[in-house]
């Protein structure tokens, strides 16, 4: 199946894309935060989507990977306003949502957005509203400080990799596009994947955000060792 690699003016940067074309519907890949559409998790959807013949788009948000513009400038806003792009500019018919830990707040934000579209979706270690339910309450006082006189934080990440960048900006966006707080109508299918064991995303996070979806059918899995 033809494998398209592209870019197209978004609405803040330009938006790097992969695009496989196959039978419908289209499995739109919604990465987490700070990821981008080269992480083992798309690579694996890829390949599955190859030997089957289906269609898939991947892509970065802008300030991620090879998208254009900063990390430290973007939002939730900003990145859902992406997603929706790419829905708009590369699919054509219904579409799956595969996303992943942030991946899924903006999947949540394009299901209320553009519902006619979203034929069911798939949310691995969905971390929706995570600015306020996760990142907040984990941050120290004098994190907190510094976030608030300096409009931002530099988070360290796992071994060599960069510090992930927290912003102001992030946080009182986040505050302005939460989901978890109403439900959320899904027309198809709904599948969530979390593992028990996972440091970044308490497996009850996602038992919330579960209770909040109406589907027809929603199937929660518990990894007990993952």
């Known amino acids: 199946m033809k494998d398209i690699t592209g870019t197209f003016a978004g609405p803040r940067a330009e938006i790097a894309y992969r695009r496989r074309d196959g039978d419908g519907p289209t499995l ?5 935060f700070g990821s981008d559409m080269t992480g083992t ?14 269609a898939f788009v991947r892509f970065d948000y802008s300030g991620h990977g090879a998208s254009g513009g900063r990390f430290e400038d973007g939002a939730i806003s900003d990145w859902a306003a992406d997603a929706e792009a790419v829905l708009s500019e590369l699919i054509r018919g ?15 934000l394009l299901a209320r957005r553009a519902a006619a579209r979203i034929a069911g979706a798939v949310f691995v270690a969905p971390a929706p509203d995570f600015t306020e339910r996760l990142l907040l309450p984990a941050l120290s006082p004098e994190e907190r400080r510094a976030l608030d006189v300096g409009g931002r934080l530099v988070l360290p990440s796992a071994g060599d990799e960069p ?10 966006d986040g505050r302005e596009n939460l989901v978890m707080d ?26 919330a955000f579960a209770a909040i979806i109406e589907a027809p059918e929603i199937t ?4 007990a060792d993952g």
């Open 220 to 223: 929660l899995t518990l990894v």
């Open 41 to 54: 998790k798309a690579q694996w959807l890829d390949d599955w989507c190859a030997g089957g013949g289906r």
């Open 182 to 207: 109403a439900p959320l109508a899904i027309a198809g299918p709904v599948r969530i994947l979390q593992g028990k064991r996972d440091g970044d995303v308490p497996w009850r996070h996602a038992l």
């Open 28 to 32: 739109l890949w919604l990465g987490g």
């Open 94 to 108: 219904p579409v799956v949502l595969v996303a992943s830990s942030m991946g899924a707040w903006i999947g949540a």
């Open 163 to 172: 510090g992930l960048i927290i912003t102001r900006r992030l946080i009182e």
